[in-house]
């Protein structure tokens, strides 16, 4: 009232003050005058302009808050999705649509209470335009926040990232609803055209995809049937199509549209199944291998999934037939390959167009993007039982574990045939309790305890009351986490974390245990109880465990039987430990650590090569290595430029005709005169050097060379007493041989003679080396049987070789 009053107010005091100074007296006294000024009440366009004004108002200040709210749901909602906490209860039994269904209405619940606050604001502030018609302001809230939150679960598959999910969805809330409303509303004013008022409907009908538009436009138009000129819905009743009408339409559409996406989105999120178990085209690039080149145990391995595969039975437990798996390249993100995604979500499409599987290597083909990530995988994995793989970084260890489970990423394409307990397992429909997965990284759910995690877990795959206690207090207590039973996920160790999330990957016994690297971040006392719950839950469920790890003691102590995969993700060997150490460990190895050579050994096997360049590079090697030791010594010497040719000329000329090797005393003390001429060289280019001095680093060209070559004359001899002797470990210093036709007798055997294959025992092997400690130039060495870290070193060598030499 205040303000509506002020202007009269202001001139009734103009007309006092002028008709005081009028009528002042002689005396200069002032008159007492009272100007009475009754304002006339206000008129209905003055009205209407007050009443819009207040819809603008709270027109701004609702959409912008109302812009927030969704955005608000998408932070928590991107984090469970990139984190993997969705995927983990959908392996766990969890279908997506109940969690789309249930994550909505709870989302739902806690977006209505701040929207329908604004009722309150509307009745305590009592503003006209809006008290009228409360009841369609409800509607039209409570429809926006319906629509708004199915919206954000129609965009599960584009979220990545939750900081820039949130951003993207709040500036597409404000862009589509504030300011696009804002634009139409603008554009529809009548005196601006028809060429305006038709691009304000195109817009219009556009802007009715988004839930924020629909309720910008409705909260805008509302104020404007009271105010004639701007608008031409001036008279229209509330409920009128052009006012809130058709708004309130739209919100119903957005509703069931977006809801109805989401349902269709979730199942988008999981891999492409390829049920065809016939046999993987070979590729250009040569990445598979064919039958008759497998050893022998990969065959034997394949008959038996093939027979476990055509007579199915309980006992057979895990039976994978060829299983493959690939990752589409970036032909998937063109038009047409997303038009055949969406497509395939809404049932158009029921089955991807096949496309011909590419290899790793220089010779793929560029027009079908497809990496071969695993397989063919065959494998046979018996109830009651674990079955390690094991493998190098890369080769396909966790692709075939989630594969199994079922959470390969929407560009991955599985293909083969799995049976668990004689029932499909790929491309079917997963049972609640039938697989139990653990992640390499560690996956859980922010704001549970660690007994609420596993209750979780337990509850989906049907546990209930008082057996579901049982299971999770087992657990708890077998895994060492009862100091933490009221700990919350985020608050824990990243070693307790991985023993949770092992702990919700067994609760409930499910048929199928993937464990990848379970033992990851533990130390050795929680190694071995991880180790013992998991093999006692096997037994006493008779569940099947599939374990990936990179290390052999894990696979020897926790599964009865290995798979080792290549780099390309190939079965190279499948057995028990002991089995596999017999069939490719050989016997014995031994490891040793050779003398570090002297500058004047290098310059003699150098030398004995009688070239130029070669002891050119000597000389600048030496240079570089005193130059470099004074410039840390604090004399501020700059490296010596390498040394002239002719200086290398010089010392070849002067060489000894004999070699080092062969010659008595005479040639020796002649190759030592000829290092002294080396030294000199030396001397001549500026460095002070003793006769007895390291010349060369460890990581010298020369000195490895030196030690390579040193090397293969071991190796040599040892073929000679052992054959089929290979050098399986070369790292500076340390030479490691496997002696494969080594094989124990009693110490009465007697000592094989250079050239013949007899059979040894260990204290034959120590004396034979002893014997030759000083000509192989062994520091110290030891002699161990073979165990299965040494084999796996040679598979893993094996496949960089052969890296190496496709590469090249």
Same mark, same amino acid.
């Given at each position: 009232?205040?303000?509506?009053?002020?202007?009269?107010?202001?001139?009734?005091?103009?007309?006092?003050?002028?008709? @005081?100074?009028?009528?002042?007296? &002689?005396?200069?006294?002032?008159?007492?005058?009272?100007?009475?000024?009754?304002?006339?009440?206000?008129?209905?366009?003055?009205?209407?302009?007050?009443?819009?004004?207040?819809?603008?108002?709270?027109?701004?200040?609702?959409?912008?808050?109302?812009?927030?709210?969704?955005?608000?749901?998408?932070?928590?909602?991107?984090?469970?999705?990139?984190?993997?906490?969705?995927?983990?209860?959908? %392996?766990?039994?969890?279908?997506?649509?109940? *969690?789309?269904?249930? +994550?909505?209405?709870?989302?739902?619940?806690?977006?209505?209470?701040?929207?329908?606050?604004?009722?309150?604001?509307?009745?305590?502030?009592?503003?006209?335009?809006?008290?009228?018609?409360?009841? /369609?302001?409800?509607?039209?809230?409570?429809?926006?926040?319906?629509?708004? $939150?199915?919206?954000?679960?129609?965009?599960?598959?584009?979220?990545?990232?939750?900081?820039?999910?949130?951003?993207?969805?709040?500036?597409?809330?404000?862009?589509?609803?504030?300011?696009?409303?804002?634009?139409?509303?603008?554009?529809?004013?009548?005196?601006?055209?028809?060429?305006?008022? %038709?691009?304000?409907?195109?817009? $219009?009908?556009?802007?009715?995809?988004?839930?924020?538009?629909?309720?910008?436009?409705?909260?805008?138009?509302?104020?404007?049937?009271?105010?004639?000129?701007?608008?031409?819905?001036?008279?229209?009743?509330?409920?009128?199509?052009?006012?809130?009408?058709?708004?309130?339409?739209?919100?119903?559409?957005?509703?069931?549209?977006?809801?109805?996406?989401?349902?269709?989105?979730? $199942?988008?999120?999981?891999?492409?199944?390829?049920?065809?178990?016939?046999?993987?085209?070979?590729?250009?690039?040569?990445?598979?291998?064919?039958?008759?080149?497998?050893?022998?145990?990969?065959?034997?391995?394949?008959?038996?999934?093939?027979?476990?595969?055509?007579?199915?039975?309980?006992?057979?437990?895990?039976?994978?037939?060829?299983?493959?798996?690939?990752?589409?390249?970036?032909?998937?993100?063109?038009?047409?390959?997303?038009?055949?995604?969406?497509?395939?979500?809404?049932?158009?499409?029921?089955?991807?167009?096949?496309?011909?599987?590419?290899? #790793?290597?220089?010779?793929?083909?560029?027009?079908?993007?497809?990496?071969?990530?695993?397989?063919?995988?065959?494998?046979?994995?018996?109830?009651?039982?674990?079955?390690?793989?094991?493998?190098?970084?890369?080769?396909?260890? +966790?692709?075939?574990?989630?594969?199994?489970?079922?959470?390969?990423?929407?560009?991955?394409? /599985?293909?083969?045939?799995?049976?668990?307990?004689?029932?499909?397992?790929?491309?079917?429909?997963?049972?609640?309790?039938?697989?139990?997965?653990?992640?390499?990284?560690?996956? *859980?759910?922010?704001?549970?305890?660690?007994?609420?995690?596993?209750?979780?877990?337990?509850?989906?795959?049907?546990? #209930?009351?008082?057996?579901?206690?049982?299971?999770?207090?087992?657990?708890?207590?077998?895994?060492?986490?009862?100091? *933490?039973?009221?700990?919350?996920?985020?608050?824990?160790?990243?070693?307790?974390?991985?023993?949770?999330?092992?702990?919700?990957?067994?609760?409930?016994?499910?048929?199928?245990?993937?464990?990848?690297?379970? +033992?990851?971040?533990?130390?050795?006392?929680?190694?071995?109880?991880?180790?013992?719950?998991?093999?006692? #839950?096997?037994?006493?469920?008779?569940? $099947?465990?599939?374990?990936?790890?990179?290390?052999?003691?894990?696979?020897?102590?926790?599964?009865? #039987?290995?798979?080792?995969?290549?780099?390309?993700?190939?079965?190279?060997?499948?057995?028990?430990?002991?089995?596999?150490?017999?069939?490719? @460990?050989?016997?014995?190895?031994?490891?040793?650590?050779?003398?570090?050579?002297?500058?004047?050994?290098?310059?003699?096997?150098?030398?004995?090569?009688?070239?130029?360049?070669?002891?050119?590079?000597?000389?600048?090697?030496?240079? =570089?290595?005193?130059?470099?030791?004074?410039?840390?010594?604090?004399?501020?010497?700059?490296?010596?430029?390498?040394?002239?040719?002719?200086?290398?000329?010089?010392?070849?000329?002067?060489?000894?005709?004999?070699?080092? =090797?062969?010659?008595?005393?005479?040639?020796?003390?002649?190759?030592?005169?000829?290092?002294?001429?080396?030294?000199?060289?030396?001397?001549?280019?500026?460095?002070?050097?003793?006769?007895?001095?390291?010349?060369?680093?460890?990581?010298?060209?020369?000195?490895?060379?030196?030690?390579?070559?040193?090397?293969?004359?071991?190796?040599?001899?040892?073929?000679?007493?052992?054959?089929?002797?290979?050098?399986?470990?070369?790292?500076?210093?340390?030479?490691?041989?496997?002696?494969?036709?080594?094989?124990? &007798?009693?110490?009465? =055997?007697?000592?094989?003679?250079?050239?013949?294959?007899?059979?040894?025992?260990?204290?034959?092997?120590?004396?034979? %080396?002893?014997?030759?400690?000083?000509? *192989?130039?062994?520091?110290?060495?030891?002699?161990?049987?073979?165990?299965?870290?040494?084999?796996?070193?040679?598979?893993?060598?094996?496949?960089?070789?052969?890296?190496?030499?496709?590469?090249?």
């Amino acid at each position: 009232d205040s303000v509506l009053h002020a202007a009269p107010l202001f001139v009734a005091l103009l007309q006092r003050a002028a008709a @005081g100074s009028a009528a002042v007296g &002689s005396a200069g006294a002032v008159p007492e005058i009272q100007v009475t000024n009754w304002p006339l009440p206000l008129t209905k366009r003055q009205r209407s302009r007050a009443f819009s004004t207040q819809g603008f108002s709270f027109f701004t200040m609702a959409l912008i808050g109302a812009a927030f709210l969704p955005a608000g749901l998408v932070g928590d909602l991107s984090r469970e999705l990139t984190s993997g906490v969705v995927r983990q209860q959908k %392996i766990a039994g969890m279908p997506t649509g109940a *969690f789309i269904i249930s +994550s909505f209405l709870a989302d739902v619940v806690l977006v209505l209470p701040p929207l329908l606050s604004q009722l309150w604001f509307i009745s305590t502030f009592q503003l006209a335009v809006f008290v009228d018609c409360l009841p /369609v302001v409800a509607l039209l809230l409570v429809g926006f926040a319906l629509a708004s $939150t199915a919206q954000v679960y129609a965009l599960l598959p584009i979220y990545k990232d939750p900081a820039g999910d949130q951003n993207a969805i709040l500036a597409l809330n404000v862009v589509t609803g504030f300011i696009l409303a804002l634009i139409t509303w603008i554009l529809g004013i009548p005196f601006l055209g028809s060429t305006a008022n %038709i691009l304000a409907r195109c817009l $219009t009908v556009v802007g009715r995809v988004s839930p924020a538009y629909n309720l910008a436009n409705a909260m805008l138009t509302i104020p404007n049937t009271a105010l004639p000129g701007f608008s031409d819905v001036h008279g229209l009743g509330v409920l009128h199509r052009r006012v809130a009408g058709e708004p309130l339409l739209a919100l119903a559409l957005n509703f069931a549209l977006f809801l109805a996406v989401a349902l269709r989105a979730g $199942t988008g999120l999981e891999a492409q199944f390829d049920g065809s178990a016939g046999r993987v085209r070979r590729s250009r690039s040569g990445s598979e291998v064919a039958e008759t080149d497998e050893p022998a145990e990969v065959l034997a391995e394949r008959r038996a999934a093939e027979a476990a595969a055509e007579r199915p039975g309980e006992e057979a437990g895990l039976v994978i037939l060829k299983l493959a798996v690939t990752f589409a390249g970036p032909s998937r993100m063109m038009p047409a390959a997303l038009l055949r995604r969406t497509c395939r979500w809404f049932g158009c499409c029921r089955r991807a167009p096949r496309r011909r599987i590419v290899g #790793r290597g220089p010779g793929a083909s560029e027009h079908a993007p497809r990496d071969v990530a695993v397989g063919p995988l065959t494998l046979v994995a018996p109830s009651s039982s674990a079955l390690a793989l094991l493998g190098v970084s890369g080769s396909g260890k +966790s692709v075939a574990l989630a594969a199994l489970a079922g959470a390969l990423p929407p560009e991955a394409t /599985v293909r083969g045939k799995v049976l668990l307990r004689a029932r499909r397992l790929l491309g079917a429909r997963t049972r609640p309790g039938d697989v139990g997965y653990c992640p390499q990284e560690n996956v *859980f759910s922010h704001g549970l305890t660690v007994v609420e995690s596993v209750r979780l877990f337990g509850r989906i795959r049907g546990l #209930r009351g008082r057996a579901l206690a049982e299971d999770v207090a087992q657990l708890v207590r077998g895994l060492d986490l009862e100091a *933490f039973e009221c700990a919350r996920g985020e608050n824990l160790s990243g070693g307790n974390q991985r023993k949770m999330v092992v702990a919700c990957a067994l609760v409930g016994s499910p048929k199928l245990v993937c464990l990848d690297e379970p +033992s990851s971040g533990l130390d050795p006392v929680a190694r071995r109880a991880l180790w013992s719950t998991v093999q006692a #839950r096997l037994r006493a469920t008779g569940a $099947t465990a599939l374990v990936a790890t990179k290390t052999t003691e894990e696979a020897e102590a926790l599964c009865s #039987r290995l798979a080792i995969l290549s780099r390309e993700g190939r079965l190279s060997t499948v057995g028990t430990a002991q089995e596999t150490r017999a069939r490719y @460990g050989g016997g014995h190895e031994l490891r040793a650590n050779l003398r570090r050579p002297t500058s004047a050994e290098v310059f003699q096997t150098v030398g004995a090569l009688r070239d130029v360049q070669a002891m050119a590079r000597l000389l600048a090697s030496a240079s =570089s290595a005193l130059a470099g030791a004074g410039a840390d010594a604090g004399e501020g010497e700059e490296a010596a430029p390498a040394p002239d040719v002719a200086a290398a000329r010089r010392l070849v000329d002067a060489l000894p005709e004999t070699e080092p =090797s062969t010659g008595g005393r005479s040639v020796a003390t002649a190759w030592a005169a000829s290092y002294g001429r080396f030294l000199g060289e030396l001397r001549r280019a500026g460095h002070e050097v003793g006769p007895d001095a390291e010349l060369l680093p460890e990581d010298a060209p020369e000195m490895r060379a030196e030690l390579d070559l040193r090397g293969q004359r071991i190796l040599s001899e040892l073929r000679l007493l052992f054959p089929g002797a290979r050098c399986v470990e070369a790292v500076s210093l340390t030479r490691a041989y496997q002696l494969n036709d080594v094989r124990r &007798s009693s110490r009465s =055997s007697p000592p094989a003679s250079v050239g013949q294959q007899h059979t040894w025992s260990v204290g034959d092997l120590f004396r034979i %080396i002893e014997e030759r400690k000083d000509k *192989f130039k062994i520091a110290d060495y030891a002699i161990t049987q073979a165990s299965l870290e040494h084999v796996f070193n040679q598979f893993a060598t094996q496949d960089q070789d052969a890296g190496t030499d496709a590469s090249a």
